[in-house]
């Protein structure tokens, strides 16, 4: 490295430790050299080609010993292995795409080895073999890939029996997993330890093992936020239409029933989170300086929004803590997705509130009908009829 490309990094990194650039500045400058998503992507399909008829071939070979454990084990150690010393190698992007793909094979020969079993042994198995993977290798975007899985597979561990509330053989089954995917407490620490990272990482931005960190931390922040969008858009899915029952729409008996201003721990936990989040955003950018009495109202009522929000809206305190961290250390596109996640969340609950939206039977809910509100085909179908005679005397009164 030259000594121009030397000088350049000490003042991105002191000026990180002091605050006035965003974490991801020196992420940014050492990626500015590398490929393009369309080559990478042409890459990817390149060496799908590769590994796709090489997973076929060991099928035909011996199918039961390559996809039954415990030769399944076996072959998936092989692929997660070698993939995982060519990625450590930062090899050419053909060659880096080869190893990624067997990669990904090798986590689904491993799933496939568990028998589709995935309760929590099994699934803190796989999320110690994709950490492992993930602070191994030295590719920066397949360590992100691999935050984001990492993301998702913490957010299906299911946290008994704070986490789950049921039954003590509901949680076992994949169905109620995907029905309550993802489970607030999950979702919950998995926003605290990415907003405690990003908060600290400009303290730690010149350690050798921070930029795997950053790159996960990526990774698993992009997962959070969809896993909570489709948490609360999930009647709009396919998923629940092939599990035969109604998604989303008038015909599910809790339509217009969604239970609002009940608070109780989850909507406690995502009040402190929202508090926590406008507590680090005053101090972070020293508001109280900064700021003049008007803008600081403004700030406090949005925020006083979000709190009444807590009471209606699930993980909405996941989405404003994330927001507001992206916010504070300049990540433009986390905040972008929080800003849609926030939106995909007031859809699903006016979705719950009143049955099928847009619908031209909409009707308000039972809390609003309860204080004597009442839409348009309600008070149409409240309305007395006129019986015929008022009505010919009408015509005859016009008539003269």
Excluded: K
Aim: aromatic content about 10%; proline content about 6%.
């Amino acid at each position: 490295m030259s000594a121009a490309a030397m000088t350049e990094r000490r003042l991105i990194e002191r000026a990180q430790a002091e605050g006035l650039l965003p974490p991801e500045a020196r992420a940014a400058w050492q990626d500015e050299a590398g490929p393009s998503w369309i080559i990478t992507v042409l890459s990817f399909i390149g060496a799908q080609l590769v590994v796709l008829p090489f997973m076929g071939f060991l099928g035909l070979l011996a199918s039961r010993f390559f996809f039954q454990p415990p030769g399944a084990f076996v072959m998936a150690a092989v692929l997660i292995g070698g993939a995982a010393l060519l990625l450590r190698a930062r090899p050419a992007m053909f060659v880096t795409q080869l190893a990624f793909s067997a990669l990904l094979a090798g986590l689904a020969l491993l799933a496939i080895g568990f028998e589709g079993a995935l309760h929590n042994p099994q699934l803190l198995t796989i999320l110690l073999v994709l950490l492992g993977t993930a602070l191994s290798t030295r590719v920066a975007w397949v360590q992100r890939v691999l935050g984001f899985l990492v993301a998702g597979v913490a957010l299906a561990v299911v946290l008994w029996p704070l986490g789950a509330g049921h039954a003590a053989n509901d949680w076992a089954r994949w169905e109620w997993r995907f029905s309550a995917f993802p489970m607030v407490i999950n979702a919950a620490l998995l926003a605290l330890g990415w907003a405690l990272w990003v908060a600290r990482e400009p303290r730690v931005s010149g350690r050798p093992w921070a930029g795997a960190l950053h790159a996960l931390a990526d990774g698993a922040g992009v997962a959070l936020l969809l896993a909570v969008a489709y948490g609360a858009t999930r009647h709009f899915w396919l998923l629940g239409m092939l599990r035969g029952g109604p998604a989303g729409s008038a015909d599910v008996p809790t339509a217009g029933l969604a239970r609002i201003f009940d608070p109780g721990w989850p909507q406690l936990l995502q009040i402190a989170l929202v508090l926590g989040a406008a507590i680090w955003l005053l101090r972070h950018w020293h508001l109280r300086e900064r700021l003049p009495a008007r803008e600081l109202v403004l700030l406090a009522l949005l925020y006083s929004v979000l709190l009444v929000g807590c009471l209606v809206v699930p993980h909405i305190g996941v989405v404003a803590l994330v927001g507001t961290l992206a916010l504070g250390t300049g990540r433009r596109l986390m905040l972008g997705l929080a800003l849609a996640a926030l939106l995909a969340q007031l859809s699903g609950f006016i979705t719950r509130s009143t049955g099928r939206w847009p619908t031209r039977r909409r009707c308000w809910p039972a809390w609003a009908r309860r204080w004597g509100w009442r839409c348009g085909p309600c008070a149409r179908r409240r309305r007395p009829r006129r019986s015929r005679s008022s009505r010919h005397v009408r015509i005859g009164l016009l008539l003269c």
